[in-house]
């Protein structure tokens, strides 16, 4: 009989002349729990069939376990960065952006209709508990169509002509998802950064649910956590892409260990991780991520201090020199990794400003034009970039298939005499004293740009843009505001402009979702109230009015409709076209770099990458797990 502790032998034979014995592949950060009977030897914590990670094949070295990574974090909102980095997805992207079955065993498409996944035998959530279809059935039944915990219904993603799918339990380990019409969307959303969550720790999430747990001990567990009632103590609790849960059982390679509110978060390796090596030794290597809060501006000076093992959150290109100089006083190394944003700031005029006379403006394409021919791009590549950058609109970049080189050139020529032009036909020919154009009910044309201040990159750009736009008689103000409430303000139509980053994924292929090109989301600064609209499915929000908005709702309704490649391309390109000459957010410039520093001691991590949200969701397509760290000279 081929126990799992024969497989692990027979994947060490793979890789090394001599067998690793048992104990040589147990983590040693785990041992003092082994030798108290707290965790079960390593074949049993295993599934029986785990991830084996080729790492020849990938050019990188086998490693060795232990050790911690330091990073710096803003604040308690970027623990996040952990479920990135951690990138453990039912399905998720390889380096080459090529889709790979991870948490589940394996999966079946049938005509982006019918998903079949099967889940590894013996797979265990991080406290030890079987991973079972009865996790699929709960995320489906007990949240995502319980309308007290998801009162605005199912997400888009999961709607195929608006209809949801059929979910089935072929047996205790596979599960299937079955649409009338193609889905092509799905599973593009569960390798995404911020993954649809399609499977959720049940026998611990049951105790919060009303329909499995006592009203009396239901109501003693809503007053213990000081919330106000069993829905909002059900999502607190259940909180996986901000695992603020230290309770939370995961399948990512490290759990959070730290209750917030608090200064340092500390997560430590998974012993039920369902990755290994060649050898047969568990990922992750590393033993401990440890995120130490600090204010985003002070980050780039204690990064250069030599206070990360591990940092490109909040540090920029602008940082890079002084970055750089850390090398010769630390060991650490600085190295440059290729943005994938479309544009890497890109300015975006609400066209829901509650105003109506710049309402109606900044719903003239004429007026987005000119904004956008008022820019000098080259003197922002050269003072801010070295002339690094790519000046571009805020559109794909050339890593991408669907890129074409006009798409990028559209409306992005430094031309005030054009800009000018565009601006009298556009009804403000009219201009007082100082030059300043005159709104058509006399006001002064004084454009508030908001900012959320984390950045002297941005401040510096618009510092440039003021002047830009001052030479064809616009008035800049720039006004700081707080992240968090971004969203809730613009949705309200109470930013009138705001400075933010392009489209995050700048190097897409036709299989994956254009949403980012039509009003779908509430975080869309251009146009949030369409975008809300689409995403309560017309519950809240207003349908948007313009043809060519549109336009670009049917497209991306036409690209979940349907299974060939070549007409997925081709909706791509039509909804490229509309949005670059439409000009709904002004880009900038693209392929700008992202410094990265990591400890010399640090092995397996690539000197340069594509750095992004979308779809790399950081370092996260890189498997952090298999990066280790040498021993000190």
Do not use: C
Not at 172 to 185: I, K
Not at 378 to 403: K, Q, R, W, Y
Not at 485 to 500: H, P, T, V, Y
């Amino acid at each position: 009989m081929v126990t799992r502790r024969t497989t692990l032998g027979l994947l060490a034979s793979v890789a090394l002349a001599r067998p690793l014995r048992a104990d040589d592949l147990e983590p040693p950060y785990l041992r003092e729990r082994l030798s108290t009977g707290e965790l079960p030897p390593l074949a049993e914590r295993l599934p029986k069939v785990p991830r084996v990670i080729n790492l020849e094949a990938m050019g990188r070295l086998p490693g060795r376990h232990g050790g911690d990574i330091r990073t710096l974090i803003g604040g308690q909102r970027d623990i996040r960065l952990m479920t990135l980095y951690g990138y453990s997805r039912l399905v998720g992207y390889d380096e080459k952006l090529v889709l790979q079955p991870d948490i589940l065993e394996r999966y079946d498409n049938v005509e982006d209709r019918i998903f079949t996944f099967k889940i590894r035998e013996g797979h265990k959530w991080s406290d030890g508990s079987t991973f079972t279809a009865e996790d699929f059935r709960y995320a489906w039944e007990d949240i995502q169509l319980n309308e007290d915990l998801s009162p605005g219904g199912l997400s888009t993603y999961l709607l195929s002509n608006g209809k949801p799918p059929v979910f089935e339990i072929i047996d205790p380990l596979t599960v299937r998802y079955s649409w009338e019409s193609p889905n092509p969307d799905f599973l593009p959303r569960i390798a995404a950064a911020q993954p649809l969550n399609m499977a959720m720790p049940a026998a611990y999430l049951k105790q919060f649910h009303k329909k499995y747990q006592t009203e009396e001990k239901l109501a003693e567990l809503v007053k213990k956590n000081k919330v106000k009632k069993w829905t909002v103590l059900h999502t607190r609790m259940s909180r996986t892409y901000r695992p603020e849960n230290p309770d939370l059982p995961t399948l990512d390679p490290w759990r959070n260990t730290t209750a917030p509110p608090a200064e340092q978060f500390i997560f430590e390796r998974n012993p039920y991780f369902h990755r290994v090596d060649e050898a047969g030794r568990q990922l992750p290597y590393v033993d401990r991520f440890i995120l130490n809060s600090s204010t985003s501006s002070i980050i780039p000076a204690k990064t250069g201090a030599g206070e990360s093992d591990l940092q490109a959150n909040a540090i920029d290109f602008t940082d890079y020199a002084f970055l750089k100089e850390s090398e010769q006083r630390y060991p650490v190394k600085v190295t440059l990794w290729k943005k994938t944003q479309a544009s890497r700031l890109a300015l975006l005029p609400n066209l829901n400003y509650k105003d109506p006379a710049w309402q109606t403006l900044f719903r003239d394409p004429r007026v987005r034009r000119a904004l956008s021919l008022a820019i000098d791009r080259h003197e922002i590549n050269e003072a801010l970039f070295f002339g690094l950058g790519t000046e571009s609109s805020d559109t794909l970049m050339p890593e991408s298939p669907l890129f074409k080189p006009e798409f990028a050139k559209a409306w992005i020529e430094h031309d005030p005499e054009q800009a000018n032009a565009l601006l009298d036909a556009a009804g403000l020919s009219a201009r007082d004293s100082d030059g300043i154009r005159l709104l058509p009910d006399g006001r002064r044309a004084e454009i508030i740009i908001e900012t959320a201040g984390e950045s002297t990159l941005e401040t510096d750009v618009l510092e440039l843009v003021t002047d830009y736009w001052e030479k064809v008689g616009l008035k800049l103000f720039v006004r700081t505001s707080q992240r968090d409430i971004f969203r809730s303000r613009a949705i309200g139509g109470e930013i009138m402009m705001a400075i933010w980053s392009g489209m995050d994924n700048g190097i897409a292929t036709g299989d994956m979702n254009p949403a980012q090109l039509a009003p779908t989301s509430d975080d869309q600064l251009q146009w949030p109230v369409w975008g809300l609209h689409n995403q309560s499915h017309g519950e809240m929000g207003a349908a948007p009015d313009i043809t060519e908005v549109n336009a670009l709702l049917e497209l991306y309704k036409a690209w979940r409709m349907t299974t060939s490649m070549q007409a997925r391309n081709d909706i791509w390109s039509k909804m490229l076209t509309i949005y670059a000459d439409q000009v709904f957010s002004i880009g900038l410039l693209n392929a700008t770099l992202q410094p990265v520093l990591r400890s010399s001691r640090l092995v397996n991590m690539p000197d340069t990458g594509l750095y992004g949200f979308e779809p790399t969701s950081y370092f996260g397509v890189y498997m952090p797990d298999t990066f280790w760290l040498k021993k000190d000279a």
